[in-house]
Structures are given as C-alpha cells and as structure tokens.
C-alpha cells in the first residue's frame, strides 16, 4: 500500500492533501510514506545508476558520434531540457526543444 501510494503521488504530481483524502489516510502519512519508501527507492541507486568509465565513455562518444554526428556526449537523460547553439540548416528543427 505505501508503495502504491508513493507510486501515484508520483505519477499524478498532486497534493498530498489530496492523495490522502483519495486514500482515506491523514496527509502527514501520506508525507511520511513518500519520505520513507523514496529513501528506500534511492537507497538502491548504486544498483542502477553509474557513470561509465574510461573505455565505455570512449565507446558512448563514438556510438553517439556515428548515430547524430554529435560529439562529445557520454550520456542522455530523458526529458531533459540541455540549452545548445541550434544548429543551422535543413536539421535545425530536429533539434529544437530535445
């Protein structure tokens, strides 16, 4: 249940007030509840969550560099917003706004 409930505040980017009021719990649980089972969530993250290191860093720049000609990159984060010089020409718009 406290997974779920953090699971939906995360997913909905409600008020907790709101969350609890849907959950039949008070808000200082639902508060309580997103604290507890986040630090467990990020407890793991050196599981999941590494920078490469110096042959895969040279691997990521070539793979990306053969891909979108786009050098220098050793990784991506999904929705993102990263201000760049937009490039000029017939591809300028591919990269608005990535």
């Not at 808000?27 to 969550?49: E, G, L, P, Y």
């Not at 990521?60 to 201000?83: E, K, M, S």
Request: charged share 15%; glycine share 6%.
């Amino acid at each position: 249940l406290q997974l779920l409930i953090t699971l939906h505040w995360y997913a909905s980017g409600s008020f907790q007030l709101n969350l609890g009021e849907i959950m039949d719990i008070h808000q200082s649980t639902v508060s309580r509840t997103v604290k507890n089972i986040s630090m467990a969530i990020a407890s793991h993250r050196s599981d999941f969550i590494a920078f490469p290191t110096e042959n895969e860093i040279t691997e990521i720049q070539r793979c990306f560099y053969d891909l979108a000609n786009f050098p220098g990159v050793i990784g991506t984060i999904d929705c993102t917003h990263t201000p760049i010089q937009c490039p000029k020409g017939e591809q300028a718009e591919l990269f608005r706004t990535r």
